[in-house]
C-alpha cells in the first residue's frame, strides 16, 4: 500500500498489502507482519507482538477511509475509542516466512456532516492461515484542518511550567523489565516507589514515524502495555520456568488530547490481581496529565506456557 494512504513516513511501517470491497460496507484487508521489526519484535516464546495486530486495525481504518469513502488525504484522523481482542494466540507464532494476517471489515458511518467532519466506527475479524484468531475495532472522527485546529485549541491542556516538569522526573524503568530491548523503546519512568508516567521521546523512529503535535494513541498503548508487562512480570506465576506473559486484550477510550510537553501519569485501578498459570487476569489503568483524564486502559494478561522446541519433553 503506498505510505500516505495509510498516515505514514517510512515504508518499513506499512503493513497493509491489499484489500477488496465485498459489497456493503464490508472488506477484506490483507496484510503481512514482519518476522522481525525495530520495535514490534516476537517475544521470547516466538509469538508476534500484539501491537502489530493493533496497528493493522489503524491503518486499515485509515486506507479505507481514503480509498473507499472519499475523505480527504489532507484530514485528521482523532481516535475515540479503540479494542481487539486475541482468541488464539498460538496463530501468532512466528514461522520461517511472515505471516499474513486477513481482516474482515466492516464500515460503520455515524454522526458525520460530510465532508468537513466523518464520524466512523470500523470492526474487524483477524484470520490468520484460514484460521479465525482474533477481533477488533476502532473509532474516531475525521476532520478538516480547520476543524481540527478549532478542536486542538478547545481540548488542549495548560502548558507545564519548567518547575512542574522538573517535579514530575521520574526514573526510566529498565528495558527488559518491560518487554523491551532497546533502552530507548521504554516509555515508562517511575515516580516515587509505586507510581509510573509515560514519557515518550518525539524523536522515537516508530512511535512517531512522523511530526504530530500531541501523543498518537498507538504511544499510549505502549504506554499501557509497558506497564502491563512491568506489573504481571512481578507476579510469582511469571517466574515459574515454562511460563510468559501474553497481551490477549485491550480497550481503550480516549477522552482528552495528550500534550507532548508533559509527561502522562498511570494510575492502576485496585483489585489488580496477575493471571494465574493459564489463565488471564485484567489490569485496570487511568492516564492523567496536568490533573486531567486523557485516557483509561483495560488489558487481559495470559500466563501461557512456553513452547517446548522439538524432541524437548
Known amino acids: 500500500m503506498p505510505r500516505h494512504m495509510v498516515h505514514r513516513a ?12 465485498l459489497g456493503g460496507d464490508r472488506f477484506l484487508v490483507a496484510a503481512q507482519w514482519p518476522r522481525d521489526h525495530a520495535l514490534y519484535y516476537p517475544d521470547g516464546d516466538g509469538l508476534t507482538d500484539p501491537l502489530l495486530f493493533a496497528e493493522t486495525i489503524r491503518q486499515s481504518m485509515v486506507y479505507l477511509a481514503h480509498a473507499y469513502y472519499d475523505v480527504p488525504l489532507t484530514h485528521h484522523f482523532i ?21 499474513q494476517p486477513v481482516l474482515e471489515a466492516r464500515w460503520t458511518e455515524l454522526d458525520s456532516r460530510p465532508p468537513n467532519r466523518i464520524s466512523l466506527r470500523v470492526d474487524v475479524e483477524l484470520t490468520i492461515a484460514g484460521r479465525v484468531c482474533g477481533r477488533g475495532s476502532i473509532s474516531a472522527i475525521a476532520v478538516d484542518g480547520k476543524r481540527y485546529g478549532i478542536l486542538r485549541r478547545r481540548g488542549a491542556a495548560p502548558a507545564a511550567g519548567a518547575q512542574a516538569l522538573m517535579a514530575q522526573q ?30 515518550a521521546s518525539v524523536g522515537h523512529a516508530v512511535l512517531f514515524d512522523h511530526p504530530t503535535d500531541h501523543v498518537p494513541m498507538m504511544v499510549m498503548l505502549e504506554g499501557f502495555r509497558q ?14 520456568a515454562g511460563v510468559s506473559g501474553f497481551l490477549t486484550s485491550v480497550s481503550i477510550d480516549c477522552v482528552a488530547f495528550a ?3 508533559a509527561p502522562i501519569r498511570l494510575n492502576v485501578h485496585e483489585g489488580y490481581e496477575p493471571a494465574s498459570r493459564g489463565g488471564a487476569g485484567e489490569l485496570r489503568v487511568d492516564a492523567v496529565q496536568s490533573g486531567r483524564g486523557v485516557a483509561t486502559a483495560a488489558m487481559m494478561w495470559a500466563a501461557l506456557p512456553v513452547a517446548q522446541p522439538e524432541g524437548v519433553a
Open 259 to 261: 500534550e507532548l510537553d
Open 10 to 21: 517510512a515504508l518499513s511501517e506499512v503493513f497493509l498489502t491489499d484489500a477488496q470491497a
Open 79 to 99: 481516535g475515540s475509542d479503540f479494542h481487539f481482542e486475541i482468541t488464539d494466540p498460538e496463530m501468532f507464532r512466528v514461522t520461517d516466512v511472515p505471516l
Open 170 to 199: 521520574g526514573t526510566r524503568i529498565p528495558a527488559a523489565c518491560v518487554g523491551r530491548l532497546r533502552e530507548k523503546d521504554c516509555v515508562l519512568e517511575r515516580v516515587g516507589s509505586s507510581d509510573w508516567q509515560i514519557r
Open 227 to 240: 506497564l502491563g508487562h512491568l506489573l504481571s512480570r512481578m507476579s510469582s506465576v511469571y517466574t515459574e
